[in-house]
């Protein structure tokens, strides 16, 4: 329903099919800037064989995926990005599924722009659309979006109080230092640890590499691990040729 609220062009397509819309219009207008606004619930479900292969296509647009955790528009049922035992309409004793992981879906089907921003960091989110713009290919882009009427606060860690102790901004070719600069990432063998930087040097931090895959497979692996920061930022992003 994004259409609706923007002066400009656009399909409220079918739901889910999203991507397979914008592919055609793509295909019939290549130099036209096309952009896909899904959500968790119709993006990853019934849209999910849409989203993966429009991504392994690397066809040239641009997918925003807000991601809010919950079914809004159909009033509240648990989606596939909703946490383990959450309690909505459709499961009052607790979902028994595990979440997706969306920027780690998006890197299995073989995507070339993947960046995670949230709906409070204004700026940011900016940004990341500008990069999104720029890249010649398929780009993912998964918002973190707070709904105030079905599941209100689920990203509360992320964007208020202690929020830089919870958060890392990836940033290309920077070490991965984040709260406030107080703490840092290593890598041990293949895990990544949070070290103290009073008592670790900066040439033990791991340093952010956008173009490598492996990498960007263990940073999209942080996602809600609560011994580690979230990240946000540009996960991975590379050049290749675009199926149009």
């Known amino acids: 329903r994004f259409p609706y609220y923007m002066n400009t062009y656009g399909f409220h397509s079918i739901h889910g099919r999203?991507?397979?819309?914008?592919?055609?219009?793509k295909i019939a207008n290549p130099d036209l800037s096309v952009w896909i606004v899904t959500g968790d619930g119709d993006g990853l479900s019934i849209g999910g064989n849409h989203f993966m292969h429009a991504l392994r296509r690397n066809m040239d647009f641009n997918i925003l995926m807000f991601n809010n955790r919950i079914y809004g528009l159909t009033k509240g049922q648990y989606s596939p990005?909703?946490?383990?035992?959450?309690?909505?309409k459709?499961?009052?004793?607790?979902?028994i599924d595990f979440p997706l992981n969306p920027p780690s879906l998006a890197l299995g089907a073989q995507a070339t722009f993947v960046a995670r921003t949230i709906d409070r960091w204004q700026k940011h989110m900016a940004e990341m659309l500008e990069r999104s713009y720029q890249h010649a290919g398929g780009s993912f882009t998964e918002i973190y979006q707070n709904c105030n009427i079905f599941n209100d606060g689920a990203f509360e860690d992320y964007t208020s109080g202690d929020k830089f102790e919870n958060v890392i901004e990836l940033k290309h070719n920077e070490p991965m230092i984040f709260s406030s600069g107080t703490k840092g990432i290593k890598l041990e063998g293949s895990t990544a640890v949070v070290v103290d930087m009073e008592t670790h040097g900066i040439d033990e931090i791991l340093v952010h590499d956008e173009t490598n895959l492996d990498l960007a497979h263990i940073i999209a692996n942080w996602?809600?691990?609560p011994v580690l920061p979230e990240p946000i930022g540009v996960i991975y992003s590379i050049d290749k040729n675009t199926y149009n």
């Open 81 to 88: 990005t909703s946490e383990y035992g959450k309690v909505t």
């Open 90 to 95: 459709a499961t009052p004793y607790g979902s």
């Open 223 to 225: 996602t809600s691990n």
């Open 18 to 25: 999203a991507a397979a819309v914008a592919s055609g219009v």
